[in-house]
């Protein structure tokens, strides 16, 4: 508490030494404060939405993205293992640590500043990531209603650049996919920054060609290592509006120079990565090019696992009809992110439908300046699309990058309206959003979406003293006897709140018990003896999860869903979690 007091005094004291200065500029009429952009008007509902969700501790929201999952089991969880470790390096546990985690890598500086820097600890550092992502979520769309001002200028519409700026931001913050990713600790929100920033790049003005292949090189290639679906999600787009740029005026015959130049710095900004992997494995972009590269340590299976999980083998017509409507394996009953998995989603109310609207519109009807710009636009559009499409396992989220290109076309088209239609569209723009993060907020946590703003991140992790055992969570009990010893993880992958020592892995990666029940399927005392030369003295099973990824394929045959129950048999039974399929145990101490 006298930490925080101090923190608080040292805060506010510099606003006190500068009242004097404030006061007088006052009296002399030279302090005039500037009107506030109309888009940050236009869009507080949302801005409050975000940042009181951000507020939450992770794994509180969504329920779109499972309770934040990813963050729980990679996001989060890598950056603080590599922070507790004190190096970024790649962990046979964990996949995921051999993607480029640029992001993540930022998150374990933040995580590492819990050391007495931050009165809260670590639950100040997980509320740190999380403003973090709101921080580059509203970057994002400022650096988007920029780029909008500046192809209003590129258009002809000058004296429309403020109205295109406007609705190109508020579009962004009004589409809930926008918000519910930058409320967390993902890494959508940075690409989307990322993303904005090269677009500018590509459209400003006064760069020499050089220059400016280079800029977009630079961030295209950071976007990249933040998320690598951003190369062909974002590059193509970015690439489009960079060569129109390059191939006009008289710098048109630098082009193959600026190009070549901007793919050597593209390769040199993943050069970390690829180095750091291929010294781990041998693969300098493993997971991926297994078949080239080779696949290090993993088995043909994993590798199977690994593919089948992150590409899909749908025909073109039902990957359009998932773009469009839902997914043909998705059940009536399936959540709808899982059924709509594309535009149709609602968590992008009409973005698609009225971006496209907007581009052929403003092509079929514009003058000739705005038709070329937007039918630039269009292009990087349906490239993004396209790839997407083609490249990915068909993910509604995956669709974010598009906004970078998608919004400013949408306020461009916008400003090109009569002034009263463009008030008009501005208005049912606030009223969409708000109502949107009205739906969306009350609907969460079963209507109690404030509940662990209050208990934060300390309630996830213990249970206050007057619960009882039995109404504990996984992870409160598991860290109620954290001073037992090391703790097994089967079946469970979101190990961030976890406190001690940790054994986890991901459902692609081996598990500490994995070899010897395939060598020995049938011996419990070759499982118990594994778990005791690992100094494992406590296992906490997910059955459930268990069961599900073995009915996905992702687990080795040798494998049998009866295995997890036949070692229960042999543990010290202590606590489960029927309605959640978990279960907690002790190892026997060997006779």
Same mark, same amino acid.
């Not at 006298?2 to 506010?12: P, S």
């Not at 989060?76 to 546990?93: E, F, H, I, K």
């Not at 480029?100 to 809260?120: A, F, K, N, R």
């Not at 999380?130 to 921080?135: E, I, R, V």
């Given at each position: 508490?006298?930490?925080?007091?101090?923190?608080?005094?040292?805060?506010?004291?510099?606003?006190?030494?500068?009242?004097?200065?404030?006061?007088?500029?006052?009296?002399?009429?030279?302090?005039?404060?500037?009107?506030?952009?109309?888009?940050?008007?236009?869009?507080?509902?949302?801005?409050?939405?975000?940042?009181?969700?951000?507020?939450?501790?992770?794994?509180?929201?969504?329920?779109?993205?499972?309770?934040?999952?990813?963050?729980?089991?990679?996001?989060?969880?890598?950056?603080?293992?590599?922070?507790?470790?004190?190096?970024?390096?790649?962990?046979?546990?964990?996949?995921?640590?051999?993607?480029?985690?640029?992001?993540?890598?930022?998150?374990?500086?933040?995580?590492?500043?819990?050391?007495?820097?931050?009165?809260?600890?670590?639950?100040?550092?997980?509320?740190?990531?999380?403003?973090?992502?709101?921080?580059?979520?509203?970057?994002?769309?400022?650096?988007?209603?920029?780029?909008?001002?500046?192809?209003?200028?590129?258009?002809?519409?000058?004296?429309?650049?403020?109205?295109?700026?406007?609705?190109?931001?508020?579009?962004?913050?009004?589409?809930?996919?926008?918000?519910?990713?930058?409320?967390?600790?993902?890494?959508?929100?940075?690409?989307?920054?990322?993303?904005?920033?090269?677009?500018?790049?590509?459209?400003?003005?006064?760069?020499?060609?050089?220059?400016?292949?280079?800029?977009? &090189? *630079?961030?295209? +290639? /950071?976007?990249?290592?933040?998320?690598? $679906?951003? @190369?062909?999600?974002? !590059?193509?787009?970015? %690439? #489009?509006?960079?060569?129109?740029?390059?191939?006009?005026?008289?710098?048109?015959?630098?082009?193959?120079?600026?190009?070549?130049?901007?793919?050597?710095?593209?390769?040199?900004?993943?050069?970390?990565?690829?180095?750091?992997?291929?010294?781990?494995?041998?693969?300098?972009?493993?997971?991926?090019?297994?078949?080239?590269?080779?696949?290090?340590?993993?088995?043909?299976?994993?590798?199977?696992?690994?593919?089948?999980?992150?590409?899909?083998?749908?025909?073109?017509?039902?990957?359009?009809?998932?773009?469009?409507?839902?997914?043909?394996?998705?059940?009536?009953?399936?959540?709808?992110?899982?059924?709509?998995?594309?535009?149709?989603?609602?968590?992008?109310?009409?973005?698609?439908?009225?971006?496209?609207?907007?581009?052929?519109? &403003? *092509?079929?009807? +514009? /003058?000739?300046?705005?038709?070329?710009? $937007?039918? @630039?636009?269009?292009? !990087?559009?349906?490239? %993004? #699309?396209?790839?997407?499409?083609?490249?990915?396992?068909?993910?509604?989220?995956?669709?974010?990058?598009?906004?970078?290109?998608?919004?400013?076309?949408?306020?461009?088209?916008?400003?090109?309206?009569?002034?009263?239609?463009?008030?008009?569209?501005?208005?049912?723009?606030?009223?969409?959003?708000?109502?949107?993060?009205?739906?969306?907020?009350?609907?969460?946590?079963?209507?109690?979406?404030?509940?662990?703003?209050?208990?934060?991140?300390?309630?996830?992790?213990?249970?206050?003293?007057?619960?009882?055992?039995?109404?504990?969570?996984?992870?409160?009990?598991?860290?109620?006897?954290?001073?037992?010893?090391?703790?097994?993880?089967?079946?469970?992958?979101?190990?961030?709140?976890?406190?001690?020592?940790?054994?986890?892995?991901? &459902?692609?990666?081996?598990?500490?018990?994995?070899?010897?029940?395939?060598?020995?399927?049938?011996?419990?005392?070759?499982?118990?003896?594994?778990?005791?030369?690992?100094?494992?003295?406590?296992?906490?099973?997910?059955?459930?999860?268990?069961?599900?990824?073995?009915?996905?394929?992702?687990?080795?045959?040798?494998?049998?869903?009866?295995?997890?129950?036949?070692?229960?048999?042999?543990?010290?039974?202590?606590?489960?979690?029927?309605?959640?399929?978990?279960?907690?145990?002790?190892?026997?101490?060997?006779?």
């Amino acid at each position: 508490m006298g930490v925080d007091i101090i923190t608080a005094i040292a805060a506010i004291l510099p606003a006190f030494a500068l009242l004097p200065s404030i006061r007088r500029h006052a009296r002399n009429g030279a302090l005039r404060l500037r009107r506030p952009p109309a888009w940050l008007v236009i869009t507080l509902p949302a801005i409050a939405l975000l940042l009181t969700a951000s507020a939450s501790p992770p794994g509180a929201l969504w329920s779109s993205e499972y309770g934040a999952y990813d963050v729980l089991s990679y996001h989060l969880a890598l950056p603080l293992q590599w922070a507790d470790a004190g190096r970024v390096a790649p962990l046979d546990t964990n996949v995921y640590s051999y993607l480029p985690s640029y992001l993540e890598s930022l998150y374990t500086l933040v995580l590492t500043l819990d050391l007495g820097v931050m009165p809260g600890g670590r639950a100040d550092a997980f509320t740190a990531c999380h403003m973090l992502s709101a921080a580059l979520t509203l970057t994002a769309a400022w650096t988007l209603a920029h780029a909008a001002r500046r192809l209003a200028v590129l258009a002809d519409r000058r004296e429309r650049r403020h109205a295109a700026a406007t609705i190109a931001a508020a579009v962004t913050l009004a589409t809930p996919w926008v918000i519910v990713t930058g409320s967390i600790a993902y890494n959508e929100p940075a690409v989307l920054a990322l993303g904005a920033a090269a677009l500018l790049a590509a459209i400003a003005p006064r760069l020499t060609p050089v220059r400016r292949a280079t800029l977009c &090189a *630079i961030i295209v +290639g /950071a976007a990249t290592g933040v998320k690598p $679906t951003a @190369l062909f999600l974002v !590059g193509p787009a970015i %690439g #489009v509006l960079l060569i129109a740029m390059l191939t006009k005026g008289p710098n048109a015959k630098r082009l193959p120079v600026a190009l070549a130049i901007g793919v050597v710095v593209g390769l040199t900004m993943l050069a970390p990565w690829m180095a750091r992997n291929a010294i781990a494995n041998g693969n300098p972009v493993f997971p991926f090019a297994t078949d080239l590269f080779g696949a290090g340590a993993w088995t043909e299976d994993q590798v199977a696992a690994w593919t089948t999980a992150h590409a899909n083998d749908f025909t073109i017509p039902e990957r359009l009809g998932a773009m469009l409507w839902t997914a043909p394996i998705a059940s009536p009953d399936a959540p709808a992110v899982e059924r709509f998995r594309g535009m149709a989603n609602p968590q992008w109310l009409a973005f698609f439908p009225v971006a496209f609207a907007c581009l052929i519109g &403003a *092509i079929a009807l +514009g /003058a000739r300046h705005l038709r070329a710009v $937007t039918t @630039l636009l269009a292009s !990087g559009l349906v490239a %993004g #699309v396209i790839a997407w499409l083609l490249l990915t396992h068909i993910q509604s989220r995956f669709l974010l990058p598009l906004v970078v290109i998608a919004s400013p076309a949408i306020g461009l088209a916008i400003a090109a309206l009569p002034r009263r239609a463009i008030t008009l569209t501005a208005a049912a723009i606030g009223a969409a959003q708000l109502i949107a993060a009205i739906t969306i907020w009350s609907n969460e946590l079963g209507g109690k979406p404030n509940a662990y703003l209050i208990t934060g991140v300390d309630g996830c992790q213990s249970a206050p003293p007057t619960i009882d055992e039995q109404d504990m969570t996984p992870a409160q009990y598991a860290n109620a006897h954290a001073d037992d010893g090391p703790l097994l993880l089967l079946g469970e992958a979101r190990r961030l709140y976890y406190e001690g020592e940790v054994i986890s892995s991901t &459902a692609w990666d081996h598990h500490l018990l994995e070899q010897a029940m395939i060598d020995a399927p049938n011996d419990t005392e070759v499982w118990l003896a594994a778990l005791r030369d690992a100094g494992v003295t406590r296992v906490l099973i997910n059955l459930a999860e268990l069961d599900r990824l073995r009915s996905s394929g992702y687990t080795p045959p040798e494998l049998s869903p009866e295995q997890g129950g036949h070692l229960l048999d042999r543990l010290r039974f202590r606590r489960a979690w029927r309605q959640l399929g978990v279960a907690y145990a002790t190892v026997p101490r060997e006779r």
